[in-house]
Nanobody
């Protein structure tokens, strides 16, 4: 299984970025997927997830600004990030759960619910 993120970069406050996560070795139609971030010196922090049935979930800190989506034909998950703030600066990681893993509202935000991870892409929000 391989998850490859792209789309990170430097953006000014208030700007937008779209992260992409292309998967091989698994299908996002049968595996829940998510995004997490990591700031320097800190642990992974869950950001968003999309379940097999298409349900989406967001951390309170990004709700209304970020949108997760999935293209099953391209086997790619996206994270559209709008109204970016300096505090959004971090390395963003794509993640996927084992096929058929059942997640609920209390476990979808748990880092240990996800078993496959990408290499990460840096997002820097600065003027």
């Amino acid at each position: 299984v391989q998850l490859v993120e792209s789309g990170g970069g430097l953006v000014q406050p208030g700007g937008s970025l779209r992260l992409s996560c292309a998967a091989s070795g698994l299908s996002f139609s049968t595996n829940a997927a998510g995004w997490a971030l990591q700031e320097p010196g800190k642990g992974l922090e869950w950001v968003s997830a999309v379940y097999m049935n298409g349900s989406t979930y967001y951390a309170d800190s990004v709700k209304g600004r970020f949108t997760i989506s999935r293209d099953n034909a391209k086997n790619t998950v996206y994270l559209e990030m709008n109204s970016l703030k300096p505090e959004d600066t971090a390395v963003y990681y794509c993640a996927a759960a084992y096929k058929g893993t059942i997640l609920c509202i209390t476990t979808v935000h748990t880092i240990s619910s996800y078993h496959y991870w990408g290499q990460g892409t840096q997002v820097t929000v600065s003027s």
